[in-house]
């Protein structure tokens, strides 16, 4: 479906062939394709079995190259649209005090946003800022400008940051936010900023709809005989010179 695997008007094998295709039972298919038609991706019709829905008006989604992955955010939040969903302050959860390595009882601003292309939403933010940091800027300017820019006109001197990326299991709350099924599969990022002086100023748990969003790497063999090997191409360097 989403992944061009299946085209729309294509119809799909009865629900005991696909049990037998990908090595599940039939109550999982079933619940599959419930969430698929929930999604709008298939449509079922009695008599004729199961079609793949043609998705008008659907956003193209958006990839970005791994290798240089945090310029290529910083330029999606530029190009795409945010609506703030909530925006709180309070203690910070256990997970942001160990990553940020902020003190015991330290508060944060919390904030969740979802980001939008041509007005279908792709991905839900949740981003915790030191309270110190957070007071320099309003839930109003949250709403309408990157907050990147935010820190900046607060003085924070970025100066790096860590992250990782992993899959998650859409939440009830992120599944509406987003528009899917609970359950869907999302691609997960999560990042830590720090400033010149090595302070935890941002940590960003971000969610992604892996139809409308994906990750891609450009390689290059590099290395002599025994000990070739692939290598990621960072964008402006020769291919065998970049790295991550």
Known sequence: MSSGGYRPGTTLPGEQRLAEQFGVSRVTVRRALDALNT???????????????????????MSV???????????????????????????????????????????????????????QPFSHLTTYVPEE?????????L??????????????????????????????????????????????????VRDAEGRGVEYLSALYRSDLFRLEMSMARVGDEDSRHWQPVIAGQNGGEGGI
């Open 39 to 61: 999604d709008g991706l298939i449509e079922r019709r009695a008599g004729s079995g199961t079609v793949v829905r043609e998705r008008n008006g659907a956003a193209a989604g």
């Open 65 to 119: 190259d791994f290798a240089t992955l945090m310029p290529q955010l910083v330029d999606m939040g530029q190009r795409t649209t945010a609506r703030l969903l909530s925006f709180s302050y309070g203690d910070a959860p256990q997970r942001v005090v160990d990553a940020m390595k902020l003190s015991a009882g330290a508060r944060v601003q919390t904030a969740v946003r979802i980001r939008l292309i041509d007005g």
């Open 133 to 141: 940091i957070a007071a320099n800027y309003t839930e109003a300017d």
């Open 143 to 192: 709403a309408t400008t990157p907050l990147f820019k935010l820190m900046e006109r607060s003085g924070v001197q970025v100066a790096d940051a860590q992250q990782s990326v992993s899959a998650a299991l859409a939440s009830p709350d992120v599944a509406e936010a987003l528009g899917v099924s609970v359950g869907s599969a999302l691609l997960s990022l999560r990042r830590v």
